[in-house]
């Protein structure tokens, strides 16, 4: 065991964090879990996870389920596509494994949605194999402390830090290792502010001896993202209104919601408003008062809707007609939700 291993695992015994999917050594528990922390903060997961796990406790009881009840117990968490692909997974498993979460790399990749980090995780967590991993985390520790620059060759420098990962791992202690370089990154070595003094690893880091050691990793200046403004109708049949569902695939895939259009002026929204749903789905409607405008920011985009009641006057609209109480039922993006919310607390008021 190197130096900075073992420094590591004894700072890690004293500063582990005592997460829910770290009391048990199930690889479906581990898996769901990993998948719910990608791109999510831990605070955010922990209800999530638990509220999963107890609606679907195994990976045969994941296979069964219906697409909208998954996506209805992940609303909220965002990337839906990780949810979308842990349901096919589950159903690989089930036809291809017998239900046994794989234990090798090879039958882990073939999985959707489990990449190499992902699958690392698992073998060392679950089957305490000495499988590396490189998440967030994992790769800002790394980069900073041998002092890894991103290169014109973004491939190269990943291999590179994989390499240092795999070289690290104390033989039989992968688990707790990887464990702790996990906690490491998100306790002491953050983004931005880390706690050099703090770390068990300061006398080994290359990083804090430059003097700069957030210039690891190199970050790459994001672009800026477009901002997208649309007109959204809540369509009244009495006390129904008008859903779509979003296509499997995709962005948001498979939610409902409410209709909406891009619009490219911002100008007479209500006469605009008409015109798309006449256009889109046959119907006619009056448009009454605004609900109000909602934003939400997704990974590569903005998005303002302007939300109106409207009333049909003729036709009956390509979607679904859904009770207001019972909106509720339908898995729906974080924006939709609170328009569904608003109009819920207002037939109730």
Known sequence: MTLLSRKLLDWYAVHRRDLPWRRTRDPYAIWVAEIM??????????????????????????????????????????????????????????????????????DLLSLPGIGRSTAGAILSLAYNKDAPILDGNAKRVLSRLFTVSTSSEKRNTENTLWQISESLIPKGFSNPFNQALMDLGSIICTPRDPLCPECPLRSLCKGRRSGEPERFPLRIPKKKIPHVEAVCAVIWEKRRVLLNQRPPSGLLGGLWEFPNWKMEEKKRLRLRLRGYIEKKTGMNVEVKESIGTFRQTYSHFKLTLHVYHCHTINGKGKGRWVSVKNLSLLPMSRIHRRIANRIDGETRG
């Open 37 to 106: 922390l990608q791109q999510t903060r831990v605070e955010t997961v922990i209800p999530y996870y638990r509220r999963w796990m107890r609606r679907f406790p195994d990976v045969r009881t994941l296979a069964r389920a219906g697409e909208q009840a998954i996506l209805g117990c992940w609303e909220g968490l965002g990337y839906y596509s990780r949810a979308r692909n842990l349901y096919r997974a589950s159903q690989i498993v089930v036809d291809q494994f017998a239900g046994k979460i794989p234990d090798n790399l090879k």
